[in-house]
């Protein structure tokens, strides 16, 4: 299966967990994006964690090794 999404700046995206899911690449939208740094985020139990910065041009994917699964 392969799932996208294509993510706005200052939007908060939400995901809850019914199946397991694995996160390979992040990657910027080279049309969309600006020159300001990108940080794609993960939030769980009330914390934030970094997971990648990509910026236009130099960082424009960042690959991952994501695992998600059913609580």
Known sequence: MFWGLIMEPQRRYTQTV????????????Y?????EPAQVMCGYEGRNYLLCTLRKPDVMQCPLDLNF???
């Open 31 to 35: 049309s969309t994006s600006s020159e």
């Open 18 to 29: 019914k199946k397991a899911f694995h996160i390979s690449m992040a990657a910027l939208d």
């Open 69 to 71: 699964e059913v609580p």
